[in-house]
């Protein structure tokens, strides 16, 4: 049964905490700062791969999927750390990436010898004609979807990078040794699992895209995705009864997620879907710049809570991750309103039924990380799309704006703990640069503060633990036309919880759908004590007012 008092912080390792000295997080320095977790107040670690791999796509390119990467640290740091974590009451998810593995892996290895069994392990086809690939699709890294290899005169299929070779989910042999993988870190205490891009295992048909685009129709939500969740369920977490598991899922549907993270679905417990995540990209296209459009983000947020919640279905909620820009800089003010804007945000999110994650450094209002020049970016996809634009006309300057809207190295700077040497994080030169203004916003720095991002964060924490209403209340959306607010409610019985968070620096005025009277204020970035019901909001004000 899925606990829905839950909190996951995201830990992105290699960014985290730095203990051997050598510019890279690891497990250990994840154990020295469990206390401030537990502080916090989360019940969850999801942690990025920590794995060997070649990094090419920061462990998600998985060389091996039962071994850490010796620079995060060896099987006993990660015993301890389960143990220590327990005793804080936080538990740990691992990410699964199952749709691909590095073409370092040993099965990608000895396909190439020629052995069939684990060439069957992948997806291969014959070209079009010489030096044309089996069909259109588009690599989400940029290029051709498909790589050749001469020794078989065939193309593998890889989604994402070259080096990351898509496995064959029809082939039942990779179904069993996914959900051993999973077995086997459950039998290390492992109870929750992430599991990446997993909407994409199920391919249709490998024809040309019929619009010139990169074929996602053929591989996104596919004819056996259910089947695939369902037996991974049944042979592997599902035989946990304090399993916690989530979906990452590529431009998918409600119809498909309310199966996926459906209550008696038996797949997942939870998704993450990216469709308010795009609200500022223009024409759906990643590097094309606009505003976030407001209307929109509000039209799909509601979408998504109402037609989840109709079928008992359950989302993650997110703003930030290892794979987004910092939502502050993005939907809030990252310089005079940045405190307010953070917890508006988060009380946003927080407030919503569903299960909150919380990014590593979002709970001090880290903000994008502003590189200036190309060497600065470490992603693999950024450096193949400033390529890919460079050559497309754009000017240098124009690609590096683009960048500093866009890039995933946003999310993964170093974190900023205080004001010494790389914020704390590492005393030598780290992985990648540490952000301009770690001497100012860190964490330390917040927690001075009496009124912190931090202590708010707690506070939706154990508000979220305390309260059913948080965890169980319907949702229902109010002042949907509001050009300049989102607000809802959410009700339970009789009690009723109003949020209202206004997304623009200026002041704006709403009048709530009732008399407020009887109600108090639950939280609020302005101290405000009290409401009526017409309220004038404050630059990026959010207030939540409670009814028993
Ligand atoms: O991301 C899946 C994914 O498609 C994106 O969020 C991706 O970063 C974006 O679309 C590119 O424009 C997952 C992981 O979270 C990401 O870090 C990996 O790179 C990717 O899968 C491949 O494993």
Redesign the pocket.
Known sequence: MLRKDKIVYQIYPKSFQDSDHDGWGDIRGVISRLDYLQELGINYIWF?PMIVSPQK?????VKDYRNFDPRYGTMEDFEELVREAKKRGIDIMF?M?F??TSTEHEWFQRALKGETKYKNYYIWRKGKGPGVPPNNWQS??AGSAWEYVEQFDEYYLH???VS?ADLDWTNPDVRQECADIVNYWRAKGVHGFRF??IN?ISKSSFEDDPNNFDGRQFYTDGPKEHEYLKGLNRASFGQDPEHLTVG?M??TTIENCVQYAGEDAEELDMVFS?HHLKVDYKNKM?WELQAADFMELKELLTKWQLGMQEKNAWNALFWN????PRSVSRFGDDKEYRKESAKMLGSMIHMLRGTPYIYQGEEFGMTNAYFTDISEYVD??STNIYDVLLNEGKSKEEVLHILQERS?DNARTPMQWDDSENGGFSDVTPWIRSQANYREINAANDRRDPDSIFAFYQKMIQLRKTMPIIQEGLFEPILEDHEKVFAYKRVLDRECLIAVNNFFREETEVRLPEDVKGYSVLLSNYDRKDAEQTVTLKPYETLVLYKA
């Open positions: 990025n796509d920061n462990g998600y390119d990410d990436v749709n691909h989400k890294f989604l994402f990078d990351q990446d891009v994409l990452e590529s431009s990216f990643k991750c290892h794979d987004q693999v996809e995933r």
